[in-house]
């Protein structure tokens, strides 16, 4: 009943810049949370950003200053810009939302992640 889809990833080179989205479509009635994962190889799957379900902003500590999380509420759309990219930040970047659907009727809470998007930072 609900997909999400992330677009934006690429190759960039170390100092560029990308913008992920993802798009939430589907029977939603709200959305709680929406967030920013990334996994490199070898390495554990890591928070980047998140809009929190009390509405304030988190962030890794490796990317504050760099990335910011955006939000539009109208098209159900998260954002991720990303500035000042570095080697390090090379990564399946994911988005989870975590939201209330409508299930044939009955309001119903779900835990979504996208497909995920490369991000290569390389010269």
């Known amino acids: 009943q609900v997909q999400l889809v992330e677009s934006g990833g690429g190759l960039v080179q170390p100092g560029g810049s990308l913008r992920l989205s993802c798009v939430a479509s589907?029977?939603?009635?709200?959305?709680?949370?929406m967030g920013w994962y990334r996994q490199a190889p070898g390495k554990e799957r890591e928070l980047v950003a998140i809009f929190t379900s009390g509405g304030s902003t988190n962030y890794a500590d490796s990317v504050k200053g760099r990335f910011t999380i955006s939000r539009d509420n109208a098209k159900n759309t998260v954002y991720l810009q990303m500035n000042s990219l570095r080697p390090e930040d090379t990564a399946v970047y994911c988005c989870?939302?975590?939201?209330?659907?409508?299930?044939?009727?009955?309001?119903?809470?779900?835990?979504?992640w996208g497909q995920g998007t490369q991000v290569t930072v390389s010269s």
């Open positions: 589907g029977s939603i009635f709200s959305i709680k949370s």
């Open positions: 989870n939302v975590d939201l209330i659907y409508n299930n044939r009727g009955l309001l119903r809470r779900g835990d979504y």
